[in-house]
């Protein structure tokens, strides 16, 4: 049994304060004595408990307005901060909702937390980021280390097929537990994910309306379901407007530029007629299998289109800018949240699965294919 992994958190840093003397290093300050709720009530003139209801975000509607925002202006004054811990004790909570996710670096990550500590910190609680480098193994040693500490509730966004087991177990424990882009067939779970299917739908109908016959695909695992659900909603569409769609080996493990250009070399080696358009799982990923078709002699959009997936920062700026799916990512993490606060107010609450509906972008990597096109 491996000793379980130390936790990547992400969470904001209260630095102390320090003072210099010249010609010594840096001493720290001495503490001023706490400021308590009867501090800011004799300040404010109000009873502590008036003070405790406007500084808690779950019953300061109980305050009126003005004494709310006076009450809270004098608490910022006199520097008084709550205590957290004796505020958790007193509900049987810690305050804080652990956000689990696959890989910190993967740019589509960002913006899903953004939207879920904007949902989340209103309300008084903390996300405590959790990493899993994309494995089960260590998704369940972060789990169960999660609920050694009483977490509130667990917000999971880096779930594969493989991990229904783990799941069930996990919401044996009876702590809210919400699902955020990636589903786990099988197991009944709040859900808040995009709608893949039309996202793979969206992108052959582009190219089969441009008038593409011959398409491909580089795709994501097929172990995730939202690279599932894109590459189903894809193959559905092309095979119903009897188009062809050309199968290609393999898999992208994590959607880079390297994968696209790996899965791409295995399109254009290929000694058969070559596919007037492919839809990548990733901008990434085509971003590395369009360079690579410029390699081979290949222009983007006169002889191949090229699609990508999530509409990243920049690749507008990519020669040609891309045709991508854009995908709401910050709306998911509000929305995610919310269902999150819904599932801490009652565990029991009917399942709700909620998909977000992405859309397409035109850029000036895709047109028409060479047979088609006038001139």
Do not use: W
């Not at 080696?269 to 358009?277: E, F, G, I, N, S």
């Not at 191949?304 to 854009?326: A, K, M, N, Q």
Request: charged content about 25%; hydrophobic content about 40%; aromatic content about 2%.
């Amino acid at each position: 049994m491996q000793p379980p992994p130390e936790l990547d958190i992400v969470e904001p840093t209260l630095a102390s304060a320090a003072s210099r003397e010249r010609g010594g290093g840096a001493e720290l300050a001495k503490p001023r004595a706490s400021v308590t709720l009867e501090d800011v009530a004799r300040e404010a003139n109000v009873h502590y408990s008036t003070v405790s209801r406007a500084l808690d975000p779950q019953k300061a509607f109980r305050v009126s307005e003005a004494t709310r925002t006076r009450v809270q202006a004098i608490a910022r004054r006199l520097g008084y901060l709550p205590d957290v811990m004796a505020s958790g004790l007193k509900r049987g909570r810690s305050q804080t909702v652990a956000v689990v996710v696959g890989d910190l670096t993967n740019p589509n990550v960002a913006p899903v937390l953004r939207g879920i500590a904007a949902g989340l910190e209103p309300r008084g609680l903390m996300p405590l980021i959790c990493e899993t480098h994309d494995d089960s193994e260590r998704l369940e040693q972060i789990l169960n280390l999660l609920l050694s500490r009483r977490i509130d509730a667990i917000l999971l966004s880096s779930a594969t097929m493989r991990d229904g087991s783990l799941l069930r177990k996990i919401r044996g424990h009876n702590v809210p537990l919400v699902l955020a882009v990636q589903n786990c067939p099988g197991v009944r779970l709040p859900l808040c994910a995009y709608d893949d299917f039309l996202g793979g739908r969206l992108a052959a109908q582009h190219l089969l309306a441009l008038g593409h016959r011959r398409l491909a695909q580089l795709r994501g695992p097929m172990d995730i379901t939202s690279c599932r659900d894109r590459a189903i909603g894809f193959s559905k569409t092309v095979e119903a407007a009897g188009a062809t769609e050309i199968t290609v080996d393999g898999e992208a493990p994590t959607g880079s530029v390297e994968d696209g250009r790996r899965l791409m070399r295995k399109v254009l080696d290929r000694r058969r007629a070559l596919p007037t358009a492919i839809f990548n799982h990733h901008d990434l990923m085509a971003i590395g299998a369009l360079k690579l078709a410029r390699e081979y002699g290949l222009r983007c959009p006169d002889d191949i289109s090229f699609v990508g997936y999530h509409d990243l920062p920049g690749i507008d700026e990519v020669v040609p800018p891309l045709t991508s799916i854009r995908l709401p990512r910050e709306e998911l993490g509000r929305v995610a949240a919310e269902m999150m606060l819904e599932r801490l107010a009652s565990n029991e609450r009917p399942v709700v699965q909620r998909r977000l509906t992405p859309t397409l972008v035109v850029r000036g990597s895709t047109a028409a294919p060479p047979r088609t096109r006038r001139g």
